[in-house]
């Protein structure tokens, strides 16, 4: 889970014997030049091809690629979706600064993943919803629940993912070429623009599919060179344990190493990331994030039948094991080897090398590149980061036309036609862009590390009600709408009130004594979910039991106890229009207008879709063939063995 993984970088730190200015870059080879331009053909190949091949005129076909996506691009879409530039320079950075622990983060995502296909989408199935607040109007009933969770979705995708992602990116870029960040993040998010406009979910699937080959190609060449110059695993314990900068602050022990650094479990009390809040408290931000975010429920609600749904899940599960040893392991790598830099403390040399006084363990990831990788791997390598940066952005941008078409729009506006709904989804994609270009500036002025540290925060103190919710309307049925409306409510005002204070302290630079109040200081903010997610279940419950329960006939396919009923669901609220697709007109209007129709999808024969009686017989069935059942189960264990054995050996 990458969520909040970028935030303790911000607490490592100091000294450096030669200072190159923020942004100083290297120039790139021919081959290197070369190796870049054959990755965006490629990229823009098989988005075209995706996108002609999509059925991209009806809403379904959009924004659920008709519902027509196998188990492997939505494997490889659920890691690349996850895996953002931010995830690449956040995740090294961490690990430069504090050791192996934060490698649990994404180790911690297969068992969700697994509760993803498992539990949480044959309920989503069984509803027939595309997403995530369409589910929680239906089971609920009302209006209320399903605008907040649409706009608060909205906000945390563009203050938070899209402006990590872009940051990261930029950081990437302007060290280890030194472009212009506007003109090279203006080009980028043209490109994907492009073709998440044009072909919608379908495209940006296989693209994503696409891209994670190249992900994980590259961060893999880029290990075995950096294991290869510590000499392997034995080397990096023993050169990352002394790995200590030559300019320190004095009486201070920031600059040294952890010693617990290589163990992922750490003390409940005093450790940076305690065993407790990362088995516990870790789960409850992964479940959002996995289970009940539209970014990640989409590409596993696409999924042609349940077991695709479930082996997309497995393959994602796998994929989640790598970064520990292709992005982690590869950050501390970089601080042994330029502890100077990386490892900075003295917070005056932190401004001079990165820009940043708390701490340059950021630069981890690009310093690595800029500094081991020969001619044409270079590259690579920055295919690999644009890689990172465009299958996040384009899952975020087509998720948040998703939620913004059908959830606010389509409520707006209930007699919106197809073609009226599949434009607005367009154009709010070309929006987003323009909010992300205007958002570099600010990500440009704030510090690097505080950045981070305000994104965790909004990401861990608005997720666990959120999770809450979703548990209750999942496996509770006498949860009703005024419970969940109440818990998502007070759930909100106790976590924006601890996210407030986090915003008027800032972190104290190493040898600096720490202002904040105990709530901030002593309560880690994974403790603090679990608290959070308590109270907002203790909230539902009550609120529920005083009031009025939902009859049974609202609930049919809705909860996990009733997913297989058979029985007629009255609805609490009125069906949405969005499956009902009607023949788009055919009049022939100006050139530019029948053009610009073509390359988005919305002429043609094949713009009329199945009946709506068809639709829904076929798509929200839970039937699977028993062998594929099978197949899926056994591997489902298998990789919860393989991940409960790499805890255990690095526990």
Known sequence: MSVSLTTAAGSSSSGITTAAPPGTGT???????????????????????????????????????????????????LMSSNVGSGLFIGLAGTGAAGGIAVGGFEWNAAWVLVALGWIFIPVYISAGVVTMPEYLAKRFGGQRIRIYMSVLSLILYIFTKISTDIFSGAMFIQMSLGWDLYLSTGVLLLVTAAYTVAGGLTAVIYTDAFQTLIMVGGAFALMF??????????????????????????????????????????????????????????????TWVWCADQVIVQRSLSAKSLSHAKGGSVLGGYLKLLPMFFVVMPGMISRALFPDEVACVDPAVCQIVCGASVGCSNIAYPKLVVKLMPVGLRGLMLAVMLAALMSSLTSIFNSSSTLFTLDLYHKARPTASEMELMVVGRVFILVLVCVSLLWIPIIQTANSGQLFDYIQSVTSFLAPPITAVFLMAVFWPRANEQGAFWGLMVGLVVGLTRMVLEFSYETPSCGQPDPRPAILADVHYLYFALILLALTVLIIAAVSLATTPIPKEHLYRLTWWSRHSREPRIDLTQPPVTSVAPRLPSQPGSCWRRGALRLCGLTGASSASVSLQVEHSELNSLQEEPLWRRVCDVNALLLLAVNVFLWGYFA
Request: aromatic letters at 14%.
């Open 27 to 77: 120039s790139l080879d021919a081959v290197d030049i070369t190796v870049v331009v054959v990755y965006f053909v490629f990229v823009m190949l098989v988005g075209i091809w995706s996108s002609a091949r999509a059925n991209r005129s009806t809403v379904r076909g959009y924004f659920l690629a008709g519902r027509s996506m196998t188990w492997w691009p939505i494997g490889a879409s």
């Open 225 to 286: 060179i950096a294991f290869s110059k510590v000499g392997w695993y034995e080397g990096l314990v023993e050169s990352y344990m002394s790995a200590v900068p030559s300019m320190t602050v004095a009486n201070t022990t920031c600059h040294l190493p952890r010693r617990d650094a290589f163990r992922l479990f750490r003390d409940p009390v005093s450790g940076d990331l305690p065993w407790p809040g990362l088995v516990f408290g870790l789960t409850v931000l992964a």
